[in-house]
């Protein structure tokens, strides 16, 4: 027989916080040593002002990253790589895409990537980011930041990725052999060229700043999919999760070590990630939704709640993940499969519904 839900719960769960706390240790220890600091702050996230306006013809509904123009050379190189890549919301003044990878690690936990581009009315990429991925087995993480980065602006401008990987490389060096181009501040790198200002640094990745193209007014919607935290946070309560909101933006669920977070934009819930666990015996699902969500998934709307539940539902019948779009929602599925004994399965999933604000890190 499998082991018992909690226990396998427990287990995912202390995994994902021991890498993360390791990962954390690591980056703040490599600055205490090297006592490298930057010459000024990197630019903040988000940029000032970017979401101080109300709608401007909001398109919260995600689609299919666009193939054709700028927006699909930037991206090209990352979806054959692997990555999944959507345009995520848009209004009267551009357009948001955001892309994702996750890796698995040998104890079977994913690490995610991602990747955020801004692009004006015109289709011009005004802005894009690229952080640092969660901690990977794959290779050390500055790596994978000019490692995604260098073919995807290369696809748009063809001189820069060059120029990105030395630029990084340098830094990096700089950083491990104590060399005293710091000042004051985050250790970082700044530099700039014929098509934008570039910013690196081991806690934001790599910002970059169009020189040719804006976007004054950066897409917030997301009312095609999500609620607000306001109207969700007693359903949430009922299911047993511990909610502190305002102003707390997590919930803990303690008597299955779960977990909800959201991103928001004022008490809009832009973005929603939990954990919920799965246990079918003889076939049948023991641990149904409801014992998290007595009254469904009420954070999302209902013109997309039906689809998404059977999605997620889909999942842990099957013990996969999936990442996607249904009915226009940005649905993330990592699985983390436990004991399978014939019609018996157990498994635990990292479940994301919609995308983060683009500069946000949901």
Known sequence: ????????????????????????????????????????????????????????????????????????????????????????????????????????????????????FLLDHDDQLAWAWFPPPQSSADREEWEQVPATAAP???????????????EIDDFVRDLQDHEGRFSDGIPHAGWRDAH??????????????????????????????ATTMSSAVDDLRAGGYDCAYPPQQNCNRPQSNGYFRVGLHGDQIVSAQFGIGSLIESGRQTHPLSQEFPHGLTFLTEAVRGPVTERIEQSRRTGTGFTGIVAGTIVIIDASRGAVDGDDLVAYFDIQIGAPLTATRG
């Open 196 to 225: 934008a200002d570039y910013d690196y640094s081991g806690i934001n990745g790599l910002i970059v700043t169009a020189r040719d193209a804006s976007v004054r007014r950066w897409p917030f919607g997301a009312e095609h999919y």
């Open 1 to 116: 027989m499998p082991r018992p839900l909690h226990s396998l719960m427990r287990r995912f769960r202390l995994i994902r916080r021991t890498t993360v706390t390791v990962s954390t240790i690591l980056v703040l220890s490599s600055l205490a040593l090297t006592g490298c600091t930057g010459s000024a702050e990197p630019p903040s996230l988000p940029p000032a002002g970017v979401y101080d306006h109300g709608p401007a013809d909001e398109d919260s509904s995600a689609k299919p990253a666009p193939t054709d123009g700028p927006a699909g050379a930037v991206t090209r190189p990352l979806r054959e790589a692997g990555w999944f890549c959507a345009q995520v919301r848009a209004n009267a003044d551009g357009r948001a895409l955001w892309c994702r990878i996750a890796r698995r690690d040998e104890t079977d936990t994913a690490h995610s990537q991602e990747a955020q």
């Open 152 to 166: 995807a602006l290369t696809g748009i401008w063809p001189d820069s990725g060059d120029r990105v990987r030395q």
